[in-house]
C-alpha cells in the first residue's frame, strides 16, 4: 500500500472487531479512499484488528466524532444488528459512505446507498440499485437491473441473475444462485449453495437444490 497515500485519505471509525470487522479492515487496508482510524465495539475484548486499535466501547463515538472522525461504518454480519448500528453512529452524527474494495467492479449506472460495502472481487452490475448497509462480500456478483434493498447481505460467491430483486434484511447464504428475474422477500434466508428458481415469499428459510422451504421443526 502507498503510505503517503494513507496520511492524506479521510479517517472512518469501525464499528465491530468481530469476523466482520477483520473482513472490513482487510477492504480498507487494501486501498482505496479511506484511512481506518480505528475500531469500536459494543464490548471490547481485543487491542487490536490487524494492527488497527480498538479504541473502546461505544461511549467513544461521540467523542471521536468531536475529535474529528466524520465517518464511521457498522462492521457487522447479522443484518438486524448492522442496521440498528447504523441509525446509531447517524445519530452520533457520523456520515456512513460506500465502501469499495479497489478490486471490486461496478457497472455503468449502478447506485450504492450509504453504508454499503462491497468485497473483494465482488462484481455490481450495470444500472444494479443497492439500497442502505447493504453487503456484497467477497467475490458475489449482483447482475445487471438487480434491486438490493436496505440492509441485505449476498454473501460470499453468491450469483443474482439479472433483475433479481432481494427484500429488505435479506440474506442470500454463500454459492447461493438466484434465477433471473425472482424476487427474495424481506427478511428471508437462502442457505448457503441454493438454487432459487422461483419467488420465495417474505421471512422464511430456503434451501438446496432447487430450493424449498426447510422443514418446520417442533418447539425445542
Ligand atoms: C464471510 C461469511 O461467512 S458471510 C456468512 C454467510 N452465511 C451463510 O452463507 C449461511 C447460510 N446459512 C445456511 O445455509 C444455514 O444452514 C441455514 C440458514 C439454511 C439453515 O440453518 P439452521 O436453521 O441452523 O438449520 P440446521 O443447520 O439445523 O439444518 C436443518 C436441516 O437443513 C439442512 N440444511 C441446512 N443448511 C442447508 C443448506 N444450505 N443446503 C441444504 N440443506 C441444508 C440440514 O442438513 C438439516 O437437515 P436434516 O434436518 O435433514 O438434518
Known amino acids: 500500500m502507498d503510505t503517503t497515500k494513507a496520511e492524506t485519505r479521510p479517517r472512518i471509525l469501525v464499528l465491530g472487531a468481530g469476523g466482520h470487522g477483520k473482513a472490513v479492515l482487510d477492504l480498507l487496508l487494501a486501498g482505496g479512499e479511506w484511512q481506518p482510524a480505528g475500531v469500536v465495539d459494543a464490548t471490547p475484548r481485543v487491542a487490536s484488528v490487524l494492527g ?12 471521536l466524532r468531536a475529535a474529528g472522525i466524520g465517518a464511521a461504518h457498522p462492521a457487522i454480519g447479522h443484518n438486524g444488528h448492522r442496521t440498528a ?17 479497489p478490486s471490486c467492479v461496478i457497472g455503468h449506472g449502478a447506485a450504492l446507498g450509504d453504508g454499503s460495502a462491497i468485497f473483494a472481487r465482488a462484481v455490481i452490475g450495470p444500472e444494479a440499485r443497492l439500497g442502505r448497509l447493504v453487503l456484497v462480500n467477497t467475490g458475489a456478483i449482483v447482475e445487471h437491473d ?29 454459492g447461493a444462485v438466484i434465477r433471473p428475474g425472482v424476487t427474495i422477500g424481506a427478511g428471508s434466508i437462502i442457505g448457503a449453495g441454493a438454487a432459487v428458481l422461483t419467488d420465495v415469499p417474505a421471512g422464511v428459510t430456503v434451501a438446496g437444490v432447487p430450493a424449498q422451504p426447510l422443514p418446520e421443526r417442533p418447539p425445542a
Open 52 to 63: 488497527i486499535p480498538v479504541l473502546g466501547d461505544e461511549a467513544r463515538l461521540v467523542p
Open 85 to 101: 448500528a447504523g441509525a446509531r453512529l447517524l445519530a452520533a452524527g457520523f456520515a456512513l459512505p460506500v465502501l469499495r474494495h
Open 146 to 174: 438487480c434491486i438490493v434493498e436496505d440492509g441485505a447481505h449476498i454473501a460470499p460467491g453468491a450469483v443474482l441473475a439479472g433483475g433479481v430483486r432481494v427484500g429488505t434484511g435479506a440474506l442470500v447464504g454463500a
